[in-house]
């Protein structure tokens, strides 16, 4: 009995470690809107998986709610690389 209590502990220890690495997944894109022509450089952070189709889906969704429309995400990475991008994304850094 006490081999799965320490079981079943060490696995929700695992999963809940395993939760906070999934949410530190971030893209960088390009957006617009039209009429009149306005174009933004972002960066958001992903709740979904963290590769570039999916990112692709979720960035568009979101952007598409606040009224613009995604021309490219160009690329999908961790928090290592916030702070590089932190001043090209300016207003649009995590604003989605």
Same mark, same amino acid.
């Given at each position: 009995? %006490?081999?799965?209590?320490?079981?079943?502990?060490?696995?929700?220890?695992?999963?809940?470690?395993?939760? #906070?690495?999934?949410?530190?997944?971030? +893209?960088?894109?390009?957006?617009?809107?039209?009429?009149?022509?306005?174009?933004?450089?972002?960066?958001?952070?992903?709740?979904? #998986?963290?590769?570039?189709?999916?990112?692709?889906?979720?960035?568009? +969704?979101?952007?598409?709610?606040?009224?613009? %429309?995604?021309?490219?995400?160009?690329?999908?990475?961790?928090?290592?690389?916030?702070?590089?991008?932190? +001043?090209?994304?300016?207003?649009?850094?995590?604003?989605?």
């Amino acid at each position: 009995m %006490t081999h799965l209590i320490r079981f079943l502990a060490v696995s929700a220890i695992l999963v809940g470690l395993a939760q #906070p690495a999934a949410a530190q997944c971030f +893209a960088d894109y390009k957006a617009k809107q039209d009429n009149p022509l306005r174009l933004h450089y972002g960066v958001m952070q992903l709740q979904g #998986p963290c590769d570039r189709a999916a990112a692709r889906a979720e960035v568009a +969704a979101r952007l598409n709610a606040g009224g613009w %429309t995604l021309l490219n995400v160009l690329s999908v990475f961790g928090p290592e690389g916030l702070a590089e991008r932190k +001043a090209n994304a300016a207003g649009f850094y995590l604003r989605f």
